[in-house]
């Protein structure tokens, strides 16, 4: 099997920070931040949208006549180039406010590669860092996407990694998916579905609240999946909460967003009285305002649709860097008592991620245990 290959920027494998100082320790969504990944938009691929697993992950609400106009390959040089300059504003945001700020290693995802079961013309990115690691406490869980183009993906953090485990952290991968044909399923309406034969999730169907982890089940994230994450925590005093029925798609954090104990974030388009998770019942509910349409147009399908907009970083339970265009969700979470640092991913509806999906917490400050449902 053909991998992609790792080219070490720097002594600490690409990695923009001083010496890892100790184990990861991250347990919520929203206490002070201390280290982070933030990704790269380097050599960012579309992969070929003609294996399932692609038209599953990206092109979900397409059918097979409108994904027949969809083409991979390269992004535009320019939506690249604009994009690392968002991230390096991002970065020295955050360094500025005292975050240790680590980048992944080069990838070159351009390489084809293969399994005994299927082929993949190319990887995808590593502009997206939160999709495929989930950090619960002092342990790096590697999850198993059903994405075969990302396959190798964390092949740009494993440096950190490295570090990371010889500090003290816990570092654990779900069983490697087979991705056979066989786990993709084409429901009645013709349209792509996953399966349950393996067990197959991305990070970013996790919130976590100390003691409870919020799990969407959908496109990205199966009932196996969270079997096998619960088979991992449960013992370890871990509630693991399946969300079902609220979104189909991918990710759940542009659909719900924990803002700090007490205070969540919705989204009205899905969330509704009757299925909002029933531990988050006693929370204040901040439903997001309508969402501007902002962004460039570089690609006839973005990877994300405009709800994107609440797809926020918190850097502290009253402080949240959040989309500039969004203004209407600003003033609420300024009426909340929450300070906001605007930024801008000018690209980030078209390469599928928000200030979330391009960070990856490592440490923050709530210590692992805490129970914020006593």
């Known amino acids: 099997m053909t991998t992609t290959t790792v080219q070490p920027v720097g002594a600490d494998y690409g990695t923009d920070a001083p010496a890892v100082g ?140 490295h570090r990371y485990l010889r500090a003290g952290s816990r570092w654990v991968s779900a069983p490697k998916p087979q991705l056979r044909d066989e786990l993709y399923e084409i429901g009645a309406d013709k349209l792509p579905a996953l399966g349950e034969l393996e067990p197959a999730f991305e990070a970013a169907n996790v919130l976590r609240c100390g003691l409870d982890l919020f799990y969407q089940v959908s496109s990205s994230g199966n009932e196996f999946g969270r079997i096998w994450l619960e088979s991992l925590l449960a013992p370890r005093g871990y509630r693991v909460h399946p969300v079902r029925d609220v979104y189909p798609f991918t990710h759940l954090d542009s659909t719900i967003s924990l803002i700090r104990p007490g205070l969540v974030l919705l989204n009205p388009e899905r969330v509704t009285e009757d299925n909002i998770p029933d531990a988050l019942r006693r929370w204040d509910r901040l439903w997001c305002p309508p969402m501007r349409q902002v962004g460039s147009h570089a690609t006839a399908q973005p990877l994300s649709s405009p709800w994107l907009g609440m797809n926020l970083l918190m850097v502290a339970p009253d402080l949240a860097i959040v989309d500039a265009a969004q203004h209407e969700l600003i003033a609420a979470l300024e009426r909340h008592g929450v300070g906001v640092l605007p930024h801008t991913l000018r690209h980030g509806q078209v390469l599928g991620g928000g200030f979330h999906c391009v960070t990856l917490d490592t440490v923050r400050d709530a210590p692992a245990g805490i129970d914020y449902f006593a």
């Open 22 to 161: 100790g184990p990861v320790s991250s347990a919520d969504e929203f206490s002070t931040l201390r280290e982070v990944v933030v990704g790269r938009a380097s050599g960012a691929r579309i992969p070929n949208p003609q294996d399932i697993s692609t038209w599953l992950a990206l092109y979900s609400h397409l059918d097979s006549k409108q994904l027949a106009g969809i083409e991979g390959g390269e992004l535009p040089a320019y939506v690249l180039e604009e994009t690392e300059e968002d991230l390096e504003v991002l970065v020295e945001s955050l360094r500025g406010l005292g975050v240790v700020v680590h980048r992944p290693a080069d990838v070159d995802h351009a390489r084809p590669f293969s399994t005994p079961h299927w082929e993949s013309t190319s990887g995808m990115y590593s502009y997206c860092p939160r999709d495929l690691t989930l950090i619960v406490g002092d342990t790096i869980i590697e999850t198993p996407s059903s994405v075969r183009a990302r396959y190798h993906e964390l092949d740009g953090l494993r440096g950190l990694f």
